[in-house]
């Protein structure tokens, strides 16, 4: 089956511009998760969705991220304005469900550069 | 909140050697805790998952354990190869299925 898929794999921007990442979940997987992850940290979880609803929002920064999931299947992860501290990598995961047996499944993350 | 600490940060044994990857938490309150490996520039692979009505968890040669009344996990890796070398991240999830992530233990597996 076909993983999670991530794009851009890059991105370098200047301070204050915008940004956009967009994630395919594996079919099927009704769960969706947006973490970022800082250089020497461990990935941290932005947001959760369950189809197309929010789930867990509480560590987004909402003065500057939004994310959407239209449909319930893809999902988009935006950025405006981008600020230093947002260089990191943005790894979208999906899961079946959302329960205690199931794991998660992560794509190759975005890897991006503020500057 | 939770927070997961991962020691020790950095590893570096011969190959063939067995080796130990610990993992702690501070609320014992979890729904399951998953083993994971990053790979330089890629994302992460699930390894092993333990449900927290479980004690423990194998897959060919990793082994990991949990005593959820101590908050401690181990990744036992036996007879390690240089394929194994990676970042391995632990991650717990409690109520709700907010995971929470240590900081991950780097190894290196020398020929």
């Known amino acids: 089956e076909a993983g999670v898929a991530q794009s851009p794999r890059y991105k370098i921007i200047e301070k204050r511009q915008s940004v956009a990442f967009w994630c395919n979940p594996i079919s099927g997987h009704a769960t969706l998760y947006w973490y970022q992850q800082i250089l020497g940290q461990g990935p941290k979880l932005l947001i959760q969705?369950?189809?197309?609803?929010?789930?867990?929002d509480s560590q987004l920064p909402k003065d500057r991220f939004s994310a959407e999931r239209l449909k319930g299947v893809d999902s988009t992860l935006k950025i405006q304005p981008a600020k230093l501290e947002d260089s990191a990598v943005y790894l979208c995961a999906s899961s079946f469900w959302s329960s205690e047996y199931e794991t998660q499944y992560f794509g190759p993350g975005t890897r991006l550069l503020v500057l | 909140k939770q927070e997961v600490t991962q020691i020790p940060a950095a590893l570096s044994v011969p190959e063939g050697e067995n080796l130990v990857l610990n993992c702690s938490f501070t609320?014992?309150?979890?729904?399951?805790l998953q083993w994971f490996r990053q790979d330089p520039g890629k994302g992460l692979t699930s390894l092993l998952l333990i449900q927290s009505s479980q004690r423990e968890q194998t897959s060919g040669r990793l082994n990991a354990s949990l005593d959820k009344s101590s908050g401690r996990s181990t990744l036992y890796i036996a007879a390690s190869q240089p394929g194994d070398s990676a970042t391995y991240l632990c991650a717990v999830s409690n109520t709700g299925n907010q995971f929470y992530f240590g900081t991950g233990t780097s190894l290196t597996v020398i020929p």
């Open positions: 609320d014992s309150a979890i729904y399951n």
């Open positions: 969705f369950q189809n197309n609803g929010v789930v867990d």
